[in-house]
């Protein structure tokens, strides 16, 4: 069992940049790969990036990449996610996962042990 917390949401201004961290606990938490996802009000949720256990394989959601950065220190057990040139349709409630099914990297179905998620609120 793997239990995830993510925090470092806000507010912020379109352009700016937030990083959001999910600390994760239990023993074998640094085995698994991670991914991020987001939900905005009235739509599913979506992926948007995850990470190797490695950390050394990262993949994005197209409409995030060369903008947000996904990354993990397996000694704090922690993975971020540093978000840069914010754009208003950005605003979610952003989720961390461990990957728990043998699925894609992107596929949310193949995640479980969903935090509580951290809300993210971008103006124009």
């Known amino acids: 069992q793997v239990q995830l917390a993510e925090s470092g949401g806000g507010f912020v201004q379109a352009g700016g940049s937030l990083r959001l961290s999910c600390a994760a606990s239990?023993?074998?938490?640094?085995?698994?790969?991670m991914g991020w996802f987001r939900q905005a009000p009235g739509k599913e949720r979506e992926f948007v990036a995850a990470?190797?256990?490695?950390?050394?394989?990262?993949y994005y959601a197209d409409s995030v990449k060369g903008r947000f950065a996904v990354s993990r220190d397996n000694a704090k057990n922690t993975v971020y996610l540093q978000m840069n040139s914010l754009k208003p349709e950005d605003t979610a409630v952003y989720y961390c996962?461990?990957?728990?099914?043998?699925?894609?990297?992107?596929?949310?179905?193949?995640?479980?042990?969903w935090g509580q998620g951290t809300q993210v609120t971008v103006s124009s």
């Open positions: 996962a461990a990957r728990v099914r043998g699925l894609g990297m992107t596929r949310t179905t193949g995640f479980g042990f």
């Open positions: 239990g023993r074998t938490s640094s085995s698994y790969d």
């Open positions: 990470v190797a256990s490695s950390g050394g394989d990262t």
